[in-house]
């Protein structure tokens, strides 16, 4: 439906706009007041109808206090008797301030309608609308001043002390300083040879140095990031009536196949160590065992040494450590590094000399390889508690226990189930079905289903909860392992995690960490600049091998990452460029071909589609069961990549006994083969009063007319020395090769 605008039909009509819209207003069309506002067809068509004879006009409806003006009517008889209209129309009105008019305009383009066309000239007052009265407190040009002071600027004193919160970007810089960007930009550039965009993070030590260049003191304020400690420090409760007895938890460290797993399996009752690949603990385990009425809590943690860490996290959330020692094998590597966890974690050790009932158990050798070390036994007047056992005939099973039960009561631990559940996650890992699931032991407090979890970066809600024997459970008490679901993202094995009482809070918690922690990471990217180019030009020789780490668990990508970057050497370096929790996927794939790198997976495979693209990029994906597997082969590749040791070996040494000119070719020697041999394609050193005149290699070699390969010791030859001709009688020439030797990696 199209519009008509009020000047298009009072151009049609031959009218003025005016008297338009005045007509508009008689009708009741009050909206229309200016010549550009539009009617509907059926409006417009209205209007019409007003300026052709026997159509009275509607009355206008005054309002109070308000005169109105009126249009005087033709009378519809008068109109059919006179169609042509030569005299001044008078038009008769109550209204005694309208005044007719004296003349009659018509339209020039048609005659027919010469009587439609009336003008009537009010009176001034009525002409002039009336404004609405304005309050006698304001003044009409108020708001106009108004907007015209806003748009004023104000000057105000430079600011000389500043505060700003990390990243500080240009752009931050610029808005505080109230300096352009392009200004600053310029000045890192030209003065401190820093090329910079606008929004390009700038180290905080840079920042102060503008800002004492430009006259305003820049303090730079840390964001705090709100601990948990903080979150929960008015929730806990540690008033004596509350504490109860919690059950020691228990970590069993030591030498891989030392029996760690085959004796907790004894405790327990349960046979792991078989389900191991290769019998070595892959994943730290914790069960929850009852003895003479009471619990004791158990991590098992592996025994590879590349599972340092591990052992470490272990040693940290535990009460009592048992280390465990073959009796056969006696005081290992690794056991010297359980002992240094345990005592840098200020944790009672306990010795478990396993493996008592082989032939070649030697206790006695262990306790003084042991005491050497600080840990002196009870009975030689030290403290530490020692039990002789057999995981297979469970000798010294109870012995053990007990001791272990003694040990928490000279600690005397206790918790307060009454308060939020807090501890620490124990491994965390993607699960069909069940998304994020960790591994929790709950430290102190309650845990109940759909408490709401802040661990890390992440957080959650224990929708889900399984006690060690995978059973369901509502809650889980202090110094009890569950495992936890619905979790927003794998957390880090480590981790410590709280019960809290806001989502929202957890949030946003959750949510800072992982912006500062993102920022972390920006502040330590390094772009390439003039003053680092050459440096990294230089560093081009240092060879990389790339690698993308997936696994099932996240403590298993923690160490396997660590095992393998620690084989990286000055020459050669290992980079990880991606490691996860979960299977290897196409995206994992895509990077490794744009990275020139290839996949490990530990305890994962490929997804079909994942396996069909590295097929086809070329990109090679190896997966293990076994750590040193992993790492073992990842050394022998970068042996591969090591540059061979250069080593010179000395062939022969001949001696010039004639010399001969020969045009075009130059000085040819007449030689004896003193020692050795020398080659045709060996390298030459001419040596004149044992000091090497020239070093080069051999153009030609001859016996009389005919090019040979060699010549033996004893035997006489011609050579030709290439690109040189000062050679004289009583010179040596000695004949070496450069042998390439495989080089391997200093262990």
């Given at each position: 439906?199209e519009?008509?605008?009020?000047?298009?039909l009072?151009?049609?009509l031959?009218?003025k706009?005016?008297?338009?819209?005045d007509?508009?207003h008689?009708?009741?069309?009050?909206?229309?007041?200016?010549?550009?506002?539009t009617?509907?067809?059926?409006q417009?068509?209205?209007?019409?109808q007003?300026?052709?004879p026997?159509?009275?006009?509607?009355?206008?409806?005054?309002?109070?206090?308000?005169?109105?003006?009126?249009?005087?009517?033709?009378?519809?008889q008068?109109?059919?008797?006179k169609?042509d209209v030569?005299?001044?129309?008078r038009?008769?009105?109550?209204?005694k301030?309208?005044?007719?008019?004296?003349?009659?305009?018509?339209?020039k383009?048609?005659t027919?309608?010469k009587?439609?066309?009336?003008?009537v000239?009010p009176v001034?007052?009525?002409?002039?609308?009336k404004?609405?009265?304005?309050?006698?407190h304001q003044?009409?040009?108020?708001?106009?001043?108004e907007v015209a002071?806003?748009?004023?600027l104000?000057?105000?004193?430079?600011?000389?002390?500043v505060?700003?919160e990390?990243?500080?970007?240009?752009k931050?810089?610029?808005?505080?300083?109230g300096i352009r960007?392009?200004?600053?930009?310029t000045?890192?550039?030209?003065?401190?040879?820093?090329?910079?965009?606008?929004?390009?993070?700038?180290?905080e030590?840079?920042?102060e140095?503008?800002?004492l260049e430009?006259?305003?003191?820049?303090?730079i304020?840390?964001?705090?990031?709100?601990?948990?400690?903080?979150l929960?420090a008015?929730?806990?409760?540690?008033?004596?009536e509350?504490?109860?007895?919690?059950?020691?938890?228990?970590t069993?460290?030591?030498?891989?196949d030392?029996?760690k797993t085959?004796?907790?399996d004894?405790i327990?009752?349960?046979d792991?160590?078989?389900g191991?690949?290769?019998?070595?603990t892959?994943?730290?385990?914790?069960h929850?065992v009852?003895?003479n009425?009471?619990?004791?809590?158990?991590l098992?943690?592996?025994?590879h040494?590349?599972?340092?860490?591990?052992?470490?996290?272990?040693?940290?959330?535990?009460?009592?450590?048992?280390?465990?020692?073959?009796?056969?094998?006696g005081?290992?590597?690794?056991?010297?590094?359980?002992?240094n966890?345990a005592?840098?974690?200020?944790v009672?050790i306990?010795?478990a000399?396993?493996k008592?009932?082989?032939?070649s158990?030697n206790?006695?050798?262990?306790m003084q390889q042991?005491?050497?070390?600080?840990?002196?036994?009870?009975?030689?007047g030290?403290?530490?508690?020692?039990?002789?056992?057999s995981?297979?005939?469970?000798?010294?099973?109870?012995?053990?226990l007990?001791?272990?039960?003694?040990?928490?009561?000279i600690?005397?631990?206790?918790?307060?189930p009454k308060n939020?559940?807090?501890?620490?996650?124990?491994e965390?890992?993607?699960?069909?079905?069940?998304?994020?699931v960790a591994?929790?032991?709950?430290?102190?407090?309650?845990?109940?289903?759909?408490d709401?979890?802040?661990?890390?970066k992440?957080?959650?809600r224990?929708?889900?909860?399984?006690n060690?024997?995978?059973?369901e459970?509502?809650e889980?008490?202090?110094?009890?392992?569950?495992?936890v679901s619905?979790?927003?993202?794998?957390?880090?094995?480590?981790?410590?995690?709280?019960?809290v009482?806001d989502i929202?809070?957890?949030?946003e918690?959750?949510?800072?960490?992982?912006?500062?922690e993102?920022?972390t990471?920006?502040m330590?990217?390094?772009?390439?600049?003039?003053?680092?180019?050459?440096?990294?030009?230089a560093?081009?020789?240092?060879?990389e091998i790339?690698?993308?780490?997936?696994?099932?668990y996240?403590?298993?990508?923690?160490?396997?990452k660590?095992a393998?970057?620690?084989?990286s050497?000055?020459?050669?370096k290992?980079r990880?460029?991606?490691?996860?929790?979960?299977?290897?996927?196409?995206?994992?794939?895509?990077?490794?071909?744009?990275?020139?790198?290839?996949?490990?997976?530990?305890?994962?495979?490929?997804?079909d589609?994942?396996?069909?693209?590295a097929?086809?990029k070329?990109?090679?994906?190896?997966?293990?069961k076994?750590?040193?597997?992993?790492?073992?082969?990842?050394?022998a590749?970068?042996?591969?990549?090591?540059?061979p040791?250069s080593?010179?070996v000395?062939?022969?040494?001949?001696e010039?006994?004639?010399?001969?000119?020969?045009?075009?070719i130059?000085?040819v020697?007449?030689?004896y083969?003193?020692?050795?041999k020398i080659?045709?394609?060996?390298?030459?050193?001419?040596?004149?009063?044992?000091?090497?005149?020239?070093d080069?290699k051999l153009?030609?070699?001859k016996i009389?007319?005919?090019d040979?390969?060699?010549?033996?010791a004893?035997?006489?030859?011609?050579l030709k020395i290439?690109?040189?001709?000062?050679?004289?009688?009583?010179d040596i020439?000695?004949?070496?090769?450069?042998?390439?030797i495989t080089?391997?990696?200093?262990?």
């Open positions: 439906m519009k008509i605008r009020i000047s298009s009072a151009k049609e031959g009218v706009s005016s008297l338009l819209i007509k508009c008689e009708t009741g069309l009050m909206h229309v007041t200016h010549h550009a506002n009617l509907v067809p059926e417009a068509e209205m209007i019409r007003l300026f052709q026997g159509i009275k006009a509607t009355p206008v409806k005054e309002e109070p206090k308000v005169e109105k003006k009126t249009v005087p009517q033709v009378p519809e008068e109109t059919e008797q169609k030569k005299e001044p129309l038009v008769s009105n109550t209204n301030n309208v005044q007719p008019t004296k003349d009659v305009k018509v339209h383009g048609d027919s309608r009587h439609m066309f009336v003008k000239t001034k007052t009525f002409w002039k609308k404004r609405p009265p304005v309050p006698p003044k009409r040009n108020e708001p106009f001043r002071e806003k748009k004023k104000t000057f105000k004193e430079k600011e000389t002390k505060v700003m990390p990243p500080i970007t240009v931050d810089l610029s808005s505080k300083l960007a392009n200004e600053i930009i000045k890192l550039l030209l003065e401190h040879n820093i090329r910079a965009t606008i929004n390009q993070i700038l180290r030590d840079i920042v140095l503008l800002g430009y006259g305003v003191e820049i303090r304020k840390k964001r705090e990031i709100m601990e948990e400690q903080d929960l008015h929730q806990v409760s540690t008033r004596a509350d504490m109860v007895y919690r059950a020691p938890i228990v069993f460290l030591g030498h891989v030392h029996g085959s004796l907790l004894s327990r009752q349960t792991v160590a078989a191991e690949v290769g019998g070595i892959q994943h730290i385990g914790a929850k009852e003895t009425g009471k619990h004791v809590v158990f098992d943690t592996p025994g040494e590349a599972f340092t860490a591990m052992r470490a996290r272990g040693a940290n959330v535990t009460d009592v450590v048992v280390l465990v020692v073959a009796a056969d094998d005081v290992m590597p690794q056991t010297e590094e359980a002992i966890h005592k840098a974690a200020n009672p306990v010795v000399v396993n008592i009932d082989k032939p158990a206790p006695m050798r262990v042991l005491a050497g070390l600080d840990l002196i036994p009870e009975e030689w030290g403290k530490t508690q020692f039990v002789e056992t995981a297979i005939t469970k000798k010294g099973i109870d012995a053990l007990e001791r272990l039960l003694l040990e928490s009561e600690l005397e631990l206790k918790a307060n939020p559940a807090r501890g620490v996650v124990l965390a890992h993607l699960s069909e079905g069940r998304g994020v591994n929790v032991l709950v430290q102190d407090g309650t845990l109940r289903q759909g709401i979890i802040l661990c890390g992440t957080f959650g224990a929708r889900f909860m399984t060690d024997k995978g059973i459970v509502k889980a008490g202090p110094s009890t392992p569950v495992s619905d979790f927003s993202e794998v957390p880090e094995a480590g981790d410590k995690f709280y019960a009482g929202q809070k957890a949030r918690i959750a949510q800072e960490r992982q912006e500062k993102r920022e990471s920006l330590k990217y390094q772009h390439v600049t003039l003053d680092n180019l050459y440096t990294k030009i560093e081009g020789n240092v060879k790339r690698l993308i780490l997936k696994a099932d996240k403590g298993s990508v923690e160490v396997l660590k393998l970057e620690e084989l050497t000055p020459e050669i290992v990880i460029l991606h490691a996860g929790v979960g299977g290897i996927t196409e995206s994992d794939v895509l990077l490794a071909d744009a990275s020139d790198a290839f996949v490990i997976g530990f305890y994962v495979t490929a997804e589609r994942a396996r069909i693209l097929e086809e070329g990109v090679e994906v190896r997966l293990y076994i750590i040193y597997n992993a790492t073992n082969e990842i050394k590749a970068m042996e591969g990549m090591l540059e040791e080593k010179e000395v062939l022969g040494q001949v010039i006994r004639h010399v001969y000119n020969i045009s075009k130059g000085n020697a007449g030689c083969v003193k020692s050795g080659t045709r394609n060996a390298f030459v050193r001419l040596i004149r009063n044992n000091i090497v005149i020239y080069g153009e030609s070699l009389v007319k005919d040979v390969k060699e010549v033996r004893g035997f006489e030859c011609g290439a690109n040189y001709n000062d050679i004289k009688v009583g020439v000695e004949a070496y090769e450069v042998q390439k080089r391997t990696l200093a262990v």
